[in-house]
């Protein structure tokens, strides 16, 4: 007995969670990276050209879309590489040393921020440089370098 195979439908005609699902296979981490980064900052700059410049300069918000924005063009950068074989070295290595640098990120980082809090708390009242987290931080992290 020969099996027949099914008939293709067109896709007007298939359910709706049949075409999600048809259109969730063909979307890359590529296009998704590409989209996402181009409408960050294509956002950013849209409310940098239209807001005053102390609401950009000041908003937090608006430096997290920006930096996000940017790391993800870094990583379609990243991914580019891959065809420069010299270049493509740093890929490698990227790839290869990024586990032993979040493990050691994971260690370090509990015992920076406990230094911030305890700076604080103990000469936030006596000087400026301690008197906020951020302060602290920017302060200890100088005292490192």
Same mark, same amino acid.
């Given at each position: 007995k020969a099996e027949s195979k099914p008939k293709p439908v067109a896709f007007s005609k298939l359910p709706w969670?049949? $075409? %999600? !699902?048809? %259109?969730a296979k063909e979307i890359r981490y590529r296009d998704v990276n590409a989209i996402l980064s181009g409408l960050l900052i294509v956002l950013y700059s849209l409310i940098n050209a239209v807001t005053k410049d102390d609401f950009v300069a000041n908003n937090n918000y608006l430096s997290l879309m920006l930096g996000c924005g940017v790391f993800l063009v870094f990583m379609q950068f990243i991914f580019y590489l891959r065809h420069f074989p010299r270049q493509y070295l740093l890929n490698l290595s990227v790839r290869r040393a990024l586990p032993q %640098? !979040? $493990?050691? !990120? !994971?260690? %370090?980082l509990p015992v920076y921020f406990a230094y911030v809090l305890s700076g604080m708390v103990w000469f936030g009242s006596y000087d400026d440089q301690f008197s906020s987290v951020a302060m602290s931080s920017i302060t200890l992290f100088g005292v490192l370098n």
């Open positions: 969670y049949r $075409r %999600v !699902l048809t %259109v %640098v !979040l $493990r050691l !990120l !994971l260690g %370090v």
